[in-house]
Structure formats: structure tokens, C-alpha cells
């Protein structure tokens, strides 16, 4: 590992001083990612700064209905909530479908969402990635390439985004509140967090150089069912394949793209009165096979009218 100096925040306004200040540094909070990925030798940060102990973990209700969830609270914390279980229980299945126990104790909300991506060429720096080294190229274009993207990809990038709780929650509609190094605090729609990779895959988010993710907020629950459905190679602590999150007539993709992938046309369809095979149909006619990735696109198509009819079971929602 190559050296780095380390500080621990004290608030969240030092914390975002001293990222703008200090020239290749880095927010660390559970470190379930960024630590391995510094281990690995494909993250070289100068400087660490732990916010994991900043006073961000609270989850509160809103005046609106919702819930404010701090980003530095652990997935584990925001999974056995009682609010979340009852009232959004599509981001607690996300949330255990994730990881291992023992990480989702120490990952927190704000990481999830910013974790990268776990393509093979990604981690080994032996191979080119243009994710990891601008312009080396994708080896993933021509290689082992049967978990990549099937939309929004690009010549320059095919890997796909590995959070399960970033997908329920834009079936879910979040906002991320973020704090720039000018302390100014703003909110965005949570599925405007992450870019597709076009030419620059090495730039994974919107988010202003130093800006600190420090909530998410849930709207009112939507009217109607809510189920997540993973599918992997294997029953645990497995990379998905696929997955789908549904919240009422929303519905978000996972394992499929660059970013968490809302499912636009599906859900239009699907509001005008077509089957739900014929409404995920009309969302896979974007979608594109890359070489051994291409069984993807039947397995969608199977996965979500299973989970739309579970969703639509009598006392899955109001």
C-alpha cells in the first residue's frame, strides 16, 4: 500500500474544507470498498478523510411523509429499521441482498451508493480499463464479458453499477442531499447520482469535485406492491446477474447498466394496461448483447413479470 495521510472529520463542513483544500483526496466512511480498491493498487488516494463518525445516521420522518435517512448510517441500521420494513420494504430486501452480514454492518448509505464498479479488467491493472486508466481501452469489449451492460453502454465502457440499494431506491424515487466545499447544500433526484460512461467511464457520478453525500430522502410510499428480486450465480455473497426493484407502478433495473437503471418504458407500459412480459419487452428493445452478456436480456425478461405479479399479491401494499 502506498502511503497516505489520514484525518478524521469533525463535522461535515470541515470535512468538505478539507477535501477542496487537499489535492487527491478521499471521503472514507465503512471503507467495505474504498480500503480493498487501495489494497488492490487501483485507488491511490493522498489523503483519507473519515467522516464515518460525523453525526449523519440519523433516520427521521419528513413533515411530507417520508423518511430522511443519514448517509453515514450502516445498510445493516437502515434494513431492520421498522419505518423502512413497513413502509418501504423493497429497500430492506435490496439491502440484505447485498454483501454479507458482517458488511452491511460497516458499509454506510452514502458509500453504497458511490461504491465502484466490480468488473474482472477493473481490478486487475494488469488488463486495460479505461475506468481505471483513462484511454488504455476496455478489455471487456472482447473479453469475459458475460456480466456487462446491456443498456446505456458504450465503446468506451461496458461494466455495470453493483449496488442493489441504489436500485430500490430509485424504483423508490430518493433525493441525495449533498455538501459542496462551499457549504452549500443541495438535493437531486438519487437516479441523476450516477452517469452513463459515454467517453469518460472514469467519471462515475454528478456529483461536484469534494461534495459529500450527507442524506437520502424517501417521498411518501408509493400506492401499491413493493418486491426486489435478485438473481446470481450463487445463493450468497454473489454479484448479481440481474436484478428489479418495484415500487407501486415504478420500477428500476440492477446489474444491467453503468448506473441503476429506471425502467421508463416498462413502467408506461405497463400504466396504459399491457402484460407485464409485453411491458418489459418494450424497455429490452433498447437493450444491446455484448458478446457472452446476451442471456441477460432473456433473463430480464422472465424476472420481472414474476416480480411485477408478485408485487400485485393481495397485502403487498396500500
Known sequence: MRPFTYERATDAAAAVKSAAETPNAKFLAGGTNLLDLMKLEIEHPNHLID???LPLAKIEDTAEGGLRIGAMASNSHVAADPRVRARYPVLTQAIVAGGSP?????????????????????????????KRAPGSG???????????????????????HPSDMAVALVALDAEVEVLSPAGQARSFPLMELHRLPGETPDVETHL???????????????????????????????AGLASVAIAGGRMALGAVAHKPWRAAEAEAALASGASPAEAIGA???????????????????????????????????A
Open 208 to 238: 461536484i469535485p469534494g461534495e459529500l453525500i450527507t442524506a437520502v430522502v424517501l417521498p411518501p410510499p408509493p400506492k401499491g406492491g413493493q418486491v426486489y428480486r435478485k438473481v446470481r450465480d450463487r445463493a450468497s455473497y454473489s
Open 51 to 53: 467522516v464515518g463518525r
Open 138 to 160: 476496455c478489455g471487456a469489449l472482447e473479453g469475459l464479458n458475460r456480466n456487462s451492460a446491456i443498456f446505456g453502454a458504450s465503446h468506451a465502457c461496458i461494466a455495470t
Open 283 to 317: 424497455e429490452l428493445a433498447a437493450a444491446s448483447a455484448n458478446g457472452r452478456n446476451g442471456f441477460k436480456i432473456n433473463l430480464i425478461s422472465r424476472l420481472v413479470p414474476a416480480a411485477v405479479a408478485e408485487a400485485r399479491e393481495p397485502g403487498r401494499g
Open 102 to 130: 458482517q458488511l452491511r454492518n460497516k458499509a454506510s448509505v452514502g458509500g453504497n451508493l458511490l461504491q465502484r464498479t466490480r468488473c474482472a479488467y477493473f481490478y486487475d491493472t494488469s488488463k486495460p480499463c479505461n
